[in-house]
């Protein structure tokens, strides 16, 4: 992430059609078990430690012998002096260890960001030669980190959902 006063910032969708985020249904046993899971497999998954995910919002309620949650993580990810992955993660919930349902809504999003602090940075010659090298050499790079976030997404899914498969086995 550039630190910086005044910035451009470039913004995209990892999945480019809409509705842009991803959805993952789940009904059965344990459903409390995820929270804790999903957020191993984020790490795991996207390679990344506990000071790169944040946690914004935390709801646990009990009643009537089942438990009721909601969270919200955003992952932060630098991938160059330029761009990083900024995730959203929302698990809600509500079960007990016999039955359960849970959704988890993933949206990622592929940021990059080019300072505009200096007088250099403003002038029209700067611009210039920043748009040449973006559309001939960092386009490209961009493109590939899009699809390493679709990938990262796409096993995180699939890990999620294994998971839950050896929930319902016991």
Not at 22 to 42: A, D, F, H, S, W
Request: hydrophobic share 35%; aromatic share 16%; charged share 30%.
């Amino acid at each position: 992430m550039v630190f910086a006063r005044t910035k451009l910032v470039m913004e995209d969708n990892c999945f480019e059609e809409e509705p842009g985020t991803v959805t993952i249904r789940l009904v059965g046993p344990n459903i409390t078990k995820l929270y804790k899971q999903t957020y191993e497999l984020i790490k795991a998954v996207f390679n990344v430690t506990d000071s790169d995910i944040q946690e914004t919002m935390y709801q646990w309620g009990k009643g009537k012998g089942k438990d009721k949650f909601a969270v919200t993580w955003w992952l932060h990810k630098d991938l160059d002096s330029f761009s990083y992955f900024y995730i959203s993660f929302k698990l809600k919930g509500q079960g007990n260890e016999e039955s359960g349902s849970a959704s988890i809504d993933i949206r990622g999003l592929l940021r990059s960001e080019y300072p505009q602090d200096t007088v250099w940075q403003r002038s029209l010659f700067y611009e210039m030669m920043r748009t040449f090298w973006h559309r001939i050499f960092y386009h490209k790079k961009r493109e590939e980190y899009a699809e390493d976030c679709r990938h990262s997404v796409i096993l995180l899914q699939r890990r999620i959902h294994d998971f839950f498969e050896r929930l319902k086995e016991g």
